[in-house]
């Protein structure tokens, strides 16, 4: 059984007791314990079940590369899916449940697609996709969904009620991992000067080093290390941060960090977890290595676990997967375990070595303690259904019938070791294959590349490819002297090791029964059968068979499965390794959290948000709100028990009838100034510009090159040299940069410049008929007809507030629209209600605004435009120079396309019943096209209900439409039907125009 | 995630300061013009792969636009310079020349 040792466990602290929880049941362990070493003490060897067959499962590694032992944690608005137990640290109260199983974890009824497993082999779902066609939407697909995905994803409505945050750092060198190497690099970046941030993912320095025993510079890695720490610390230009991965690489020397800050403990004092971005000189990586399991019969059971994972557990935790255990390597390293586990006082039934011979100092040392070797030797077999009970040993090269029975309890493999080069290769840094240590390795000549074309990415220790101690330390002189920094190599005293076999399959003749029962990828129940049949079937490339057998597509991007199932595929393609080549890899090294990507940036922090100055006024009132660009405008001001349409139609029939008013502080306000401003003003809009006389107000047309219509609005001359410009709400920003590209980069002569002061200014329309009334009321300068006619701006004092006044109408109504210094908004906002109050003064809402300039057939843009209308297919003739040599557009309108007649062009229309027309209804035409579906000759751009003229009024563009005044034609509806609508005049309202020229 | 030095202010901008504007150095064919030169203005870009003039602006650092080459493929950049340039200029060309020995301006 999986239980404590009375000794051992360096990471623990014995006296203190953590209680947790696992399937509702409470468990003991300690503090410094994972959630992985406290489940092995308490003889929790089953943690969950696979995902494709349900197979039992049990923990196999020791870090974040663990693709088992995944389980949910927290309850309710903490609950979180997919959680690897090995990288969990235990604290106080701690809840995990297991996933993946149906109805319970020790009775899965899912395990039966194990026993139907040849019915769901290798690409099964593709298969499954083309035949029975039926099948797949009745039978296929419902049992899938019921059965896929590991952890139950968090309610929909729940909200993480945790804190995460963003933090920027610029650094001359980030440092990812604080092994040795790690620590060493650090050293000398940090004496040398360097701004140095060293992260290390998990909660302690040394990595490897304290668990195997190194001796460093004369001392033990762990007396090593804490002198290394301390001097570290001690440095103003280290900074040190544990629980950190740098999880992903970028372009030119950007890279992602992710620190676990509240997991361990969780609080609502500090966030969560915290994301770095990092722009570092250089990032050097010292991400050590991942053993890697061998594939043999049975290799997935609960209790066969990574040699190096084993005595992690032991040294670190004091815990042992097993009371008798059997080893299986490839390679000396794996006997460090045997003599771990011997020293712990755990029994090792024997060591099982695929090579012929094993010499080394590590195996002398395993033979002195009496532990038997079986070299040339396989594992064919292991037994037990839920945990190991004996593994089966019988000759590795060939069958000689003979084997040997051998009881255990767990199983310690080793298959070699592949460097972590994932950060080298994020950014394209290119792998050699290693023969001697059968492993990928950096090539330094191809590093990944920065702006200066240079490689910004070094990597050191087992990273390198130094996987034994002496090699490490001199990847880390070596590569950090490189880079100009002087680095002593530090002497590290391991044992000799003789060079693995490289075994992929064992034992080596194993047949289809076998090769069936050799897990490769375990959280996806990828086996070496599925690679080799996806092989047999035709998949050459290494991306497809990774996609089409899903190896390494778990949650653990095959880190455990990548090179052995490579090897498996160019072992059956009879290609090298190297010619078979690897996956990509991709950030983030492992998962991170939803949490830390977002950061802050959620509720009102999710964007940033414009208020105009009379803003607070809208919601104290309860107005209805909608966003227009990053503005929030009040849709409507509806009163107690009022629909928003019944509000819309009461805030219209107050503005006709006497008097309405909008904050229009939103609309976008440009100053276009200089000597050369009025030629520029030529070429940004389509009318003629240059003959406005100041004091006077132009309705223009601004068009792309393309000559399409992009934005509109009122132009006021201020004087000879300045003109301001009126946007869109939305279009502000937008048409300020188009203004200053032109003028940055084409016209870069001309005397002009531009200011966006759109939120200078607050600006109110007072609109109705008793408008003028109002402005007298508040007195201070003339606005009567005569003085300030229409189309007319005045400057002065309304009611003691500094006005800029324009006679100007969106509505049809008698109008003015007031700016006032921004500051003044709100003030001038109350004044104007209070004297309006003797004429119902009513403030509108975008949507009455939207209704009001429908009756008078104006176009908005963004609804009667889309990017691919032209202001002649609006009836906007008037407003286009024929005068001009040039305009911007003008050029693209002379397309023969853009010139012919035969175009949808804007009508308006009413329906001879009198209803509204569904919003993006088409007219339809006679005939079906290519598809089957219906042709259609036009289509609605607004359409609302009027309540000025009590009927569905619309404007759409039809082909050729202003020709076709009077017919009768018919639009679609969603459920199928069809309305009968008139072609009529847009403008539905006093097309005389005689009410906003009082 | 680049880095671009913006020649106006000289900062080194983050890309999420910088607003890309296209290929660089086009000439512009208004009125007057015909379909074929219209057409090669509005709409045809060589979509290089490998060394690259492009506009960029600066948009939330100091608002104005400048022009930058480089490698489109690597995404190394051989130099900024300001908008106000009809043609790449001669140090920027030796920069490219002296990482790419092999491009020409075409």
């Not at chain 1, 030629?679 to 601004?702: A, D, E, I, Q």
């Not at chain 1, 259609?936 to 082909?959: F, W």
């Not at chain 2, 045809?44 to 490698?71: I, Q, S, Y």
Request: proline share 5%; charged share 25%; net charge negative.
């Amino acid at each position: 059984m999986s239980t404590r040792l009375p000794t051992q466990g360096r990471l623990i602290d014995r006296s203190s007791t953590v209680k947790f929880t696992f399937n509702g049941k409470w468990m003991r362990g300690h503090a410094g314990d994972t959630l992985a070493s406290a489940l092995l003490a308490n003889d929790q060897m089953l943690v969950g079940r696979s995902f494709k067959y349900h197979r039992p499962r049990g923990i196999v590694a020791s870090g974040g590369e663990e693709p088992n032992a995944l389980v949910n944690l927290g309850r309710h608005k903490r609950h979180e899916p997919n959680q690897r137990v090995t990288t969990t640290e235990l604290f106080d109260k701690l809840e995990a449940t297991s996933q993946n199983h149906w109805p319970s974890l020790e009775f899965d009824v899912g395990a039966v697609n194990a026993m139907v497993s040849r019915f769901l082999p290798a690409g099964f779902y593709y298969k499954t996709f083309m035949f029975p066609r039926a099948f797949w939407k009745h039978v296929f697909e419902p049992v899938i969904r019921q059965s896929a995905g590991l952890g139950a994803a968090p309610h929909p409505e729940t909200r993480d009620p945790d804190r995460y945050e963003h933090f920027y750092a610029h650094v001359d060198m980030v440092i990812a991992g604080g092994g040795i190497a790690g620590l060493m690099a650090a050293l000398a970046s940090g004496r040398a000067g360097k701004r140095v941030l060293l992260v290390e993912q998990s909660a302690h320095w040394g990595g490897r080093a304290p668990v195997d025993g190194d001796v460093v510079d004369g001392q033990s890695a762990e007396d090593w290390v804490k002198n290394a720490v301390e001097e570290l610390e001690k440095m103003e230009n280290v900074s040190l941060r544990l629980r950190t991965q740098l999880s992903g690489v970028y372009d030119h020397g950007y890279a992602l960090a992710y620190e676990r800050i509240g997991d361990h403990a969780p609080s609502e004092e500090s966030p969560r977890h915290r994301l770095w971005r990092i722009r570092a000189g250089r990032i050097v990586a010292a991400t050590g290595a991942i053993e890697r399991p061998l594939s043999f019969p049975g290799n997935d059971k609960p209790g066969v676990m990574l040699a190096g994972a084993v005595r992690d557990y032991i040294v670190n935790y004091g815990v042992t997967p097993g009371d008798r255990i059997v080893v299986v390597t490839n390679n000396d390293d794996g006997y460090r375990t045997a003599l771990t586990a011997h020293a712990a006082g755990v029994a090792v039934a024997c060591v099982v070595d695929p090579r012929p011979t094993a010499d080394g100092d590590l195996p002398q040392q395993v033979r002195a303690l009496n532990i038997p070797v079986r070299t040339g030797a396989a594992i064919s077999k292991v037994k037990g259904l839920k945990r190991v009970v004996s593994v089966r040993v019988q000759a590795f090269a060939e069958d000689d019938g003979g084997y040997d029975e051998i009881p255990c309890d767990a199983v310690a493999m080793s298959g070699g070791w592949s460097p972590v080069v994932h950060l080298w290769s994020h950014c394209g840094g290119k792998l050699n294959w290693d023969e001697g240590q059968a492993c990928f390795v950096p090539d330094t000549d191809r590093p990944p590349t920065n702006q200066n074309g240079e490689g910004y990415v070094t990597c050191i220790g087992a990273a390198a490819g130094g996987l034994q101690g002496a090699a490490a330390a001199k990847t880390v002189a070596d590569r950090m002297s490189a880079l100009g920094i002087a680095t002593e190599e530090v002497p590290v005293q391991t044992a000799n090791e003789a060079l693995l076999a490289p075994v992929w399959v064992m034992p080596a003749y194993a047949g289809v029964k076998k090769r069936a029962k050799m897990w490769l990828d375990f959280q996806n129940d990828v086996k070496v059968s599925d690679v080799m049949l996806a092989a047999q079937e035709g998949y050459e490339s290494v991306e497809h068979t990774k996609r089409y057998t899903t190896l390494g597509m778990a949650t653990d991007q095959g880190k455990l499965s990548n090179i052995n199932g490579l090897a498996v595929l160019a072992e059956a393609l009879d290609k090298g390794i190297p010619q078979v080549g690897t996956t990509t890899f991709r950030p983030p090294y492992t998962p991170i959290s939803m949490g830390a990507i977002a950061g802050e940036a959620k509720g009102a922090l999710f964007q940033p948000l414009r208020r105009t100055p009379i803003h607070d006024w809208h919601e104290a009132q309860g107005a209805y709100m909608e966003p227009v660009g990053h503005w929030r405008r009040p849709y409507c001001f509806p009163r107690d028990g009022e629909s928003h349409e019944d509000a819309v139609n009461r805030e219209i029939d107050a503005t006709r009838r006497s008097l309405g008013l909008l904050d229009a502080s939103t609309l976008g306000k440009i100053i276009v100034k200089g000597p050369d401003a009025p030629k520029f003003m030529g070429m940004l809009y389509t009318n003629m510009m240059s003959s406005l006389k100041p004091g006077k107000c132009r309705y223009g047309l601004m068009c792309n090159e393309n000559g399409f219509l992009m934005d509109d609005g009122v132009v006021v001359r201020l004087d000879e040299e300045t003109f301001l410009c009126h946007t869109t709400s939305g279009g502000a920003d937008t048409v300020h940069g188009w203004m200053e590209d032109w003028l940055q980069c084409e016209w870069w002569d001309w005397k002009v410049y531009t200011a966006n002061v759109t939120e200078q200014w607050a600006q109110i329309a007072v609109v109705g008929p008793n408008a003028r009334k109002l402005l007298e009321k508040l007195g201070g300068m003339d606005v009567s007809k005569d003085t300030l006619p229409f189309m007319q701006m005045a400057e002065g004092t309304l009611g003691g507030f500094d006005a800029r006044v324009f006679r100007i109408s969106f509505s049809g109504e008698l109008s003015y629209e007031i700016a006032v210094p921004a500051s003044q908004g709100r003030a001038f906002w109350d004044a104007l209600h209070e004297a309006g109050a003797e004429w119902n003064a009513t403030p509108y809402g975008t949507e009455a605004l939207h209704v009001m300039r429908a009756e008078k057939g104006f176009i908005m843009i963004g609804d009667e435009t889309d990017g691919t209308v032209i202001p002649q297919d609006l009836g906007l003739n008037w407003a286009i120079s024929k005068k001009k040599e040039d305009f911007l557009g003008k050029r693209g309108q002379q397309r023969t396309f853009m010139a012919s007649e035969d175009r949808w062009q804007l009508v308006g229309l009413e329906t001879v019943d009198g209803s509204v027309l569904p919003d993006g209804s088409y007219c339809v035409a006679d005939g079906k096209n290519a598809n089957g579906q219906a042709n259609v000759q036009g289509r609605v751009t607004s359409t609302y209900y009027s309540p000025t003229l009590a009927r569905g009024i619309s404007m759409g563009l039809v082909h050729k439409g202003p020709d076709r005044m009077g017919e009768v034609v018919e639009f679609n509806t969603v459920d199928g039907g069809r309305v009968k609508t008139k072609i009529v005049s847009p403008v539905f309202y006093d097309p005389e125009g005689e009410k906003q020229n009082v | 995630m680049l880095t671009l030095t913006c020649p106006v202010c000289g900062v080194d901008a983050c890309e999420t300061e910088l607003a890309a504007g296209g290929e660089a150095h086009l000439k512009r064919y208004g009125p007057g013009s015909s379909d074929d030169q219209f057409e090669e203005y509005m709409f045809m870009r060589p979509n290089v792969k490998g060394v690259h003039f492009e506009r960029w602006r600066h948009a939330m650092g100091c608002g104005k636009w400048f022009l930058a080459a480089r490698d489109t493929a690597t995404l190394e950049v051989f130099g900024t310079y300001p908008a106000q340039t009809l043609e790449p200029p001669a140090d920027i060309l030796k920069a490219i020349k002296a990482k790419r020995p092999d491009w020409s301006l075409t």
